[in-house]
């Protein structure tokens, strides 16, 4: 069973990223996520939303 969330780490593993860059999206408001205690959490099915719409995006400027 998956974890309800991922950790900075996990995210930046799935996205094929640096850590860093994932807190400068998450700061930026970007990437959304959430704090516990402290540290960035994110549900798995809002980054995979969030690459989603990133793509949709791409796609059309291609059209354009």
Known sequence: MDS????V???A???N?????????T???????F???GT???KREDVEHWI???KHAAAQREVE
Do not use: H, I
Request: zero cysteines.
């Open 4 to 7: 309800p969330s991922m950790t």
């Open 9 to 11: 780490r996990q995210v």
């Open 13 to 15: 593993n799935y996205l």
């Open 17 to 25: 990223v640096d850590t860093k860059t994932v807190y400068r999206l």
């Open 27 to 33: 700061q930026k408001g970007e990437l959304p996520g």
């Open 35 to 37: 704090k516990v205690a």
């Open 40 to 42: 960035w959490r994110f």
């Open 52 to 54: 989603e719409e990133r």
